[in-house]
C-alpha cells in the first residue's frame, strides 16, 4: 500500500487533474460561445466582448478614482499657493504705496483683484452645487472632496 505520503500525492494529483479537466471544458464552453456570438451578433452587441469591457471598466475605475483625488488635490494646492502668493504680493504693494505716499489701491479699486476672487467663489459655487448636501455640511471648505463628488457619485 504505500506510505501515507504517497496517499496525500495522489489525492492532491486527482484534484489536479479534476482542475485541469474542468478549467479545458471551461475554455472549450468559452470558445464555442465566442463563436456563436461572433456569428449571432455584431462587435458592438456581442455579449462576451461587452462582457469583458465593463471588466476592464471596473477594474481601472478605482485607479481613475485615485488618478482623479490626486489631480484635484494638485488643483486644490495651486489654487492656495495663488492665492496665499497673490494676496501677499497685493499687500506688500500696499505696504509700498503707503511708504512711499502713492495712493493705495484697495479692494473696490482694484478690477484685477476682485475678478480674481470672483473667480474662485464661482469655482467654490459651483464644485459646491454639484456636491449634495451631505458633503456640503461634512466637509464645506474641502473643495476637492465636494469636487469628487460631484464628478464620482457615492463616494
Same mark, same amino acid.
Given at each position: 500500500? @504505500?506510505?501515507? #505520503?504517497?496517499?496525500? #500525492?495522489?489525492?492532491?494529483?486527482?484534484?489536479? %487533474?479534476?482542475?485541469?479537466?474542468?478549467?479545458? *471544458?471551461?475554455?472549450?464552453? %468559452?470558445?464555442?460561445?465566442?463563436? &456563436?456570438?461572433?456569428?449571432?451578433?455584431? *462587435?458592438?452587441?456581442?455579449?462576451?466582448?461587452?462582457? %469583458?469591457?465593463?471588466?476592464?471598466?471596473?477594474?481601472?475605475?478605482? =485607479?481613475?478614482?485615485?488618478?482623479?483625488? &490626486?489631480?484635484?488635490?494638485?488643483?486644490?494646492?495651486?489654487? /492656495?499657493?495663488? =492665492?496665499?502668493?497673490?494676496? @501677499?504680493?497685493?499687500?506688500?504693494?500696499?505696504?509700498?504705496?503707503? =511708504?512711499? +505716499?502713492?495712493?493705495?489701491? *484697495? /479692494? %473696490?479699486?482694484?478690477?484685477?483683484?476682485?475678478?480674481?476672487?470672483?473667480?474662485? /467663489?464661482?469655482?467654490?459655487?459651483?464644485?459646491?452645487? +454639484?456636491?449634495? *448636501?451631505?458633503?456640503? &455640511?461634512?466637509?464645506?471648505?474641502?473643495?476637492? #472632496?465636494?469636487?469628487? =463628488?460631484?464628478?464620482?457619485? +457615492?463616494?
Amino acid at each position: 500500500m @504505500g506510505h501515507p #505520503h504517497d496517499y496525500h #500525492h495522489q489525492a492532491v494529483d486527482g484534484l489536479v %487533474s479534476l482542475f485541469t479537466k474542468a478549467n479545458h *471544458d471551461l475554455n472549450l464552453v %468559452s470558445f464555442k460561445l465566442e463563436k &456563436e456570438f461572433q456569428q449571432v451578433y455584431s *462587435d458592438n452587441t456581442n455579449p462576451m466582448k461587452l462582457v %469583458s469591457r465593463i471588466n476592464k471598466i471596473q477594474e481601472e475605475l478605482a =485607479s481613475i478614482q485615485e488618478q482623479c483625488r &490626486e489631480l484635484l488635490a494638485a488643483k486644490q494646492d495651486l489654487i /492656495d499657493k495663488a =492665492s496665499t502668493t497673490l494676496v @501677499g504680493n497685493r499687500s506688500l504693494l500696499q505696504k509700498l504705496q503707503a =511708504s512711499a +505716499g502713492v495712493p493705495v489701491i *484697495d /479692494d %473696490s479699486n482694484d478690477p484685477e483683484f476682485a475678478n480674481f476672487n470672483q473667480v474662485i /467663489d464661482e469655482w467654490t459655487a459651483q464644485v459646491r452645487a +454639484g456636491a449634495d *448636501d451631505e458633503d456640503q &455640511e461634512a466637509v464645506s471648505e474641502d473643495i476637492n #472632496h465636494l469636487l469628487f =463628488s460631484a464628478i464620482v457619485p +457615492g463616494n
